[in-house]
């Protein structure tokens, strides 16, 4: 990829490979829209403003879409990828920024809150929620936005945010222990607890909640890589396939997947789609 | 002290006060009515099912949105210089 630029845009690096400068220039203004409308942590954000909001709230044409598109992904994946986990992450501490959020929180933990997405009636831009749920949308809106982003170039190219990628052409990605692939086309992503974690009431905290308890999950997974049609599907896959513990190869054979499950002990899985592609 | 007796000027902005808190009150009513109204008779939300442990699930505004996941479509790098990464982030 000869042209590649670089931003910071929703708490993470971007990196977009193959864009002109004014295809550039609108990738950088559909981050910074997404960023101001779907932030948890600003005040002035459209979420913000939805959480805060009784029980019917009117939605920006974006937000309405990006919601659908949130319900549609835990739909398809029995709600393990929940919007409305907002609840559990502060009550797990993380209600800041993570840049501003204490290693060691010594506040003891909030009371648990599982994910309630079926509860959620969207109809047209009218959302419908009981009293008490708050959304995040951290789970689709940084992958989606590569999508979207990567829709912007005309030609062959990249857009990779925080480590989720969109690819159309071909490129070289390197993966979380040093090796690299080779994707033609969609998305690669990783989740994992080994990155965004904190202490709270003595108590390891990380930012992937499983939704039927409302807590971070203990997963045996450090980290998970996924490569689908799209990024939004891997990462959502990423994401499943972490929090599905013991069960998640099995999840990504089933759909036939390329995933790589790496252990907190160290075991590396991969699945047979995986061991195929880069056997070839 | 003696105190003034209501004018009927008073009488007037007083029924005009009156007036207002129950126009008021009368839209913001008929705004959660009428929502509600649209709410309950779209049919994504009409269909109301019953779950097997007899709670209700309803289904939302996209059940008919399907998401794909697709297939990756990954190859061995040949050796180049790679392009970006995917990590924890």
Redesign the interface.
């Given at each position: 990829?000869s042209r590649?630029a670089h931003f910071a845009a929703m708490g993470?690096d971007v990196?977009v490979?193959g864009a002109t400068d004014a295809e550039l220039a609108s990738v950088k203004a559909l981050f910074a829209d997404w960023e101001q409308a779907f932030s948890r942590f600003r005040a002035d954000s459209e979420l913000t403003r939805i959480n805060r909001s009784g029980r019917?709230a009117e939605l920006s044409p974006l937000f309405a879409e990006v919601l659908?598109?949130a319900?549609?992904?835990a739909?398809?994946t029995d709600g393990l990828v929940d919007p409305t986990l907002g609840k559990a992450l502060e009550a797990a501490g993380y209600d800041r920024d993570f840049a501003a959020l204490a290693v060691e929180d010594p506040r003891s933990a909030d009371e648990a809150a599982p994910g309630r997405w079926?509860?959620?009636?969207?109809?047209?831009r009218?959302l419908?929620r009981p009293a008490g749920v708050r959304l995040d949308l951290n789970g689709v809106v940084?992958a989606l936005a590569a999508d979207e982003a990567l829709a912007l170039l005309t030609g062959r190219g990249?857009v990779?945010?925080?480590?989720?990628?969109a690819v159309r052409g071909g490129?070289?990605?390197?993966?979380?222990d040093g090796g690299?692939?080779?994707?033609?086309?969609?998305?690669?992503?990783?989740?994992?607890?080994?990155?965004?974690r904190w202490r709270r009431a003595g108590r390891v905290q990380h930012h992937l909640i499983d939704p039927a308890t409302g807590r971070p999950s203990e997963s045996r997974w450090l980290?998970v890589?996924?490569?689908?049609?799209?990024c939004l599907?891997?990462d959502?896959?990423a994401k499943v396939a972490f929090l599905l513990d013991g069960d998640g190869p099995a999840w990504l054979e089933a759909?036939?997947?390329?995933g790589r499950l790496a252990s907190t002990g160290g075991a590396i899985v991969e699945t047979s789609?995986?061991r195929e592609?880069?056997?070839? | 002290m003696t105190q003034r007796a209501p004018s009927r000027l008073d009488g007037a902005r007083q029924r005009a006060a009156a007036a207002k808190r129950a126009l008021a009150i009368g839209s913001a009513a008929a705004f959660?009515l009428v929502?509600l109204w649209?709410?309950g008779s779209?049919p994504?939300?009409a269909a109301v099912q019953n779950g097997g442990d007899g709670s209700a699930?309803?289904d939302?505004?996209?059940?008919g949105?399907?998401?794909?996941?697709?297939?990756?479509?990954?190859?061995?790098?040949?050796g180049?210089?790679?392009?970006?990464?995917?990590?924890?982030?």
């Open positions: 990829m590649e993470v990196t490979g019917v659908a598109r319900l549609a992904v739909r398809a079926r509860e959620l009636d969207l109809v047209g009218m419908f940084k990249f990779a945010a925080g480590g989720d990628v490129a070289v990605v390197t993966l979380p690299a692939v080779r994707v033609e086309s969609g998305g690669i992503a990783t989740s994992g607890s080994g990155k965004r980290e890589t996924v490569a689908a049609g799209s599907a891997s959502a896959a759909r036939g997947l390329p789609r995986w592609a880069l056997a070839a | 959660v929502a649209a709410h779209h994504g939300v699930v309803v939302d505004d996209g059940a949105d399907d998401f794909g996941f697709g297939t990756g479509s990954l190859s061995p790098s040949t180049v210089s790679p392009d970006t990464g995917t990590h924890v982030s």
